[in-house]
Each structure stands twice: as C-alpha cells, then as structure tokens.
C-alpha cells in the first residue's frame, strides 16, 4: 500500500513540473515571451521542436 501512494505522489510532483519551472506561464503569455525573443517582422525560424513546450517533448 504505502508503495502505491509514493507513487501517486511521485506522479502528482510530476504533473506540476510545468507550473514550477514556469513552462506554463510561457505558454500562457506566448505573445509578450515572443516579443521579447523575437525581433518584430522577422520570420520564425524556429524548429517545431523548438517552439514545443518541454514538457511535451519525449
């Protein structure tokens, strides 16, 4: 038993990793972040990899 609860703990720490290390927040202002690492006019020549949220990548 106390086996199944560290692991139900050990995947609810992970389900909140986007949200500690502000991967969710990116997304969520993609536009101003964008802003900020983009120069206005100029294509994205970033990959899909590149522009996929980490925690979405395998």
């Not at 609860?5 to 964008?34: H, K, M, S, Y």
């Amino acid at each position: 038993m106390p086996r199944i609860l560290l692991a139900l703990v050990a995947l609810a720490l992970a389900a909140c990793a986007p949200v500690a290390n502000g991967e969710l927040a990116r997304i969520l202002d993609r536009q101003t972040n964008d802003c900020l690492t983009q120069v206005a006019g100029r294509q994205d020549f970033r990959t899909m990899r590149q522009k996929t949220p980490s925690f979405l990548l395998p």
